[in-house]
């Protein structure tokens, strides 16, 4: 019950009840042994943390089997080519440039480094997403980054430009130590810049899942504050994303050495406005939830009261922690249809709800879909037109729950 970083007793704030591994699609025979644990939230005052109070061993969630490849979404594609072209407008005027990316995944973000022969290192320790990366010639080590690592890619590399990660630092629950990794590979004037799911964002839109196994953290710029000064590190710069249903950009470096952002403190100052930095917004979000969840399965059983069927749209880690925490099953939502390979034919995790190809979508008689994915909602609606023009309903999450 300590915060990962302060080492403060945590005070709870959620709590979902027994949650399977939020990527663990399994088959028929894997039910009765199915892995559960407890998943509760916490917030430290001290480090102004949200977190996770306990969280699965990291080689359960990331391994050989792992279910998530980036390159599958055609606007993330663009986000990481805009963001990759940024970066390589500055790393071409150096001499020898080096860039080091923890969670690679498929090589979404790299390949573009790789094509233009800049030397970088992915770090990706799910097996099977790395060898996607490797077949786009990026250089992959499949290691789990700890300040032991980070000390060998200095032996054999030298320093890094820029150390860079996407929705992957809210992972890892050895953030300190990981940090410190961050600061011995950087060169003087290196610069770390991630993004991940922004805690502001999931407060005022209440999307609690964004919360499950593999989010360990919900980050804002109070907490990553108090995390990098640990390490002699400061925030340069902070930039609103709106991916993943809202995310931050964070540019950190070593301390002094950079000019600071005004966006630093613009939003340390909204975030005080807003209570992202307060106990009490963080017990309020614990009650939206709870009528968040009330609202949904409500509007589940209406619609089924109504012999209508419903299905769901896109099998994602976040859908586990909707469908386990509301109790949701087969009585409620028939199937669930997706384009992984590695899901389409297995069943949710907890719940058990047939997973079914994607293709398959557009010739089901399905008049309501629960778009899981609801951070892709532009993207999907582009897609899926041929379902709204039919009277195709949408259940979105997006900010509350809606019917569209």
């Known amino acids: 019950m300590n915060c990962r970083i302060s080492n403060k007793p945590l005070n709870l704030i959620n709590d979902f009840g027994n949650q399977p591994l939020g990527n663990g699609f399994l ?3 894997d039910f009765k042994n199915e892995y559960f644990y407890h998943m509760k939230t916490g917030f430290c005052k001290e480090s102004k943390m949200f977190q996770l109070i306990d969280q699965p061993n990291m080689d359960k969630m990331f391994h050989e089997n792992y279910a998530f490849f980036s390159s599958l979404s055609t606007n993330m594609k663009k986000h990481f080519y805009n963001w990759a072209n940024e970066i390589m407008s500055d790393l071409n005027k150096k001499k020898e440039p080096f860039i080091v990316e923890l969670g690679c995944n498929d090589g979404i973000f790299l390949e573009h480094f790789a094509e233009n022969k800049i030397n970088h290192l992915g770090i990706e320790p799910s097996v099977n997403v790395a060898k996607e990366a490797e077949k786009k010639n990026i250089n992959v080590t499949t290691k789990f980054f700890k300040y032991d690592v980070a000390n060998e890619i200095v032996n054999d590399f030298g320093h890094a430009d820029y150390f860079i990660s996407a929705n992957v630092m809210c992972h890892i629950p050895n953030i300190l130590e990981v940090a410190r990794g ?59 994303q709106d991916t993943h249903g809202g995310s931050m950009r964070y540019t950190l470096g070593k301390k002094g050495v950079h000019t600071i952002d005004h966006s630093v403190i613009e939003i340390i100052k909204k975030e005080i406005d807003e209570g992202v930095d307060n106990y009490d917004k963080m017990l309020e979000f614990s009650k939206n939830v709870e009528q968040n969840k009330i609202a949904l399965v409500k509007i589940l059983k209406d619609i089924s009261n109504k012999n209508h069927k ?28 997706d384009t992984t390979k590695l899901k389409i034919g297995k069943f949710s995790p907890g719940k058990h709800i047939p997973i079914r190809d994607m293709k398959e979508f557009n010739h089901s008689q399905y008049k309501f879909a629960v778009l899981f994915a609801w951070n892709h909602a532009t993207e999907i609606f582009q897609k899926e037109k041929k379902f709204s023009e039919n009277n195709g309903k949408w259940i979105n999450f997006s900010s509350g729950i809606s019917i569209i």
């Open 27 to 29: 088959d028929k025979q």
């Open 182 to 240: 961050i600061e011995k590979i950087l060169k003087k004037d290196g610069l770390l810049i991630f993004e991940d799911p922004y805690l502001g964002d999931v407060l005022k839109r209440t999307t609690y899942d964004q919360i499950y196994d593999e989010h360990v953290f919900l980050f804002s710029a109070h907490s990553i504050k108090y995390l990098f000064e640990k390490v002699g590190m400061e925030l340069v710069k902070l930039e609103p």
């Open 310 to 337: 419903i299905c769901g749209y896109a099998a994602t880690s976040k859908s586990t922690t909707i469908l386990n925490y509301c109790n949701i099953d087969e009585n409620l939502i028939d199937c669930i249809f």
